[in-house]
């Protein structure tokens, strides 16, 4: 089954005004693979991956244009598509056990959930799986709990697993037991995972492609070792300038660029990187590039066609 995002475009209504999230972005992701979504803080990765499924900042709405498919139906929370977030703690409900929070997502009949709770925790590796369901959040470590929320997420037997930054709050060792999980799960069960990260290192372990996002956009896109090895856009360059690439160890995270993203509170007409770009040219602030073999870009695009 494959994750399909055509021409989608997030406009989100806060208390006041509109922002343009995300403008225009399309992708596949087959079964089986692993596509890692990239780029500063506030360029749309979460609002891309979540909002088509619902799942909205408080007190916000949202204007959804294009799509995101599953074989061509809307996917369905839970049972399509499993949802892995950032922070464990906040996520989970202290005041409940552990196994009855993994099975939430479970249409499961009372006396089968902690069976399956328990599966469910064996399934990702916890190490004393039974012990695991009965105790409280606050009694798991960071990296168990991280663990219990993907097998939360697996509990509807999605087919697709959408983790956002799964392993920032964790130390370099738990965030290799949590990388080593996903990628176990996805080898015996076939998922296809979309994964969104500020981590290279978490880029170079586990993606097959990339897609580069700025201010809502994609500005490049293609497979891991090409977008890794020979960055194309400026602003890809850019964030993967200082840092080693080929072999970046988790926790190795791409570096702010000088200056700031633009308002998304107005559309921006051309190449929302064109006022930080080395490379910029007119054109670039007066006409959107398309994205041309992986890369949306006038100067590049430009160049090639020489
Ligand atoms: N609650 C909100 N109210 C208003 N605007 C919001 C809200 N949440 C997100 N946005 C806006 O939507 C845009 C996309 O945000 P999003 O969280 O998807 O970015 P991100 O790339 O996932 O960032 P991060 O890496 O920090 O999670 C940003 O411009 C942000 O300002």
Redesign the pocket.
Known sequence: MTLVADHLTVR?Y?ARGA?H?VDDVSWRLEPGRTLAIV??????????SLAPLGLL????SADIGGSVTLDGAPPVLGSDVGVVFQDPPSALNPLRRVGAQVVDAARLPRRARRARAIELLDLVGLPDPARAADVYPHELSGGMLQRAMIAGALAGEPRVLIAD?PTTALDASMQEQVLDVLADLQRRLGLALLL?T?DIGVVARMADDVAV?YA?RIVEQGPATRVLDAPEHPYTQGLLAAVPTADAAPGTRFVGLDGAPPD?TTRIAGCAFAPRCPLAVDRCTAERPELVDGVSCHVRTHARSR
Request: aromatic fraction near 0%; glycine fraction near 20%; proline fraction near 12%.
């Open positions: 989100l806060p922002v999230a780029g500063e803080s506030g360029s749309g990765k979460t609002v891309m900042p408080p007190g916000v930054e969104i500020h996002m809502g998304l």
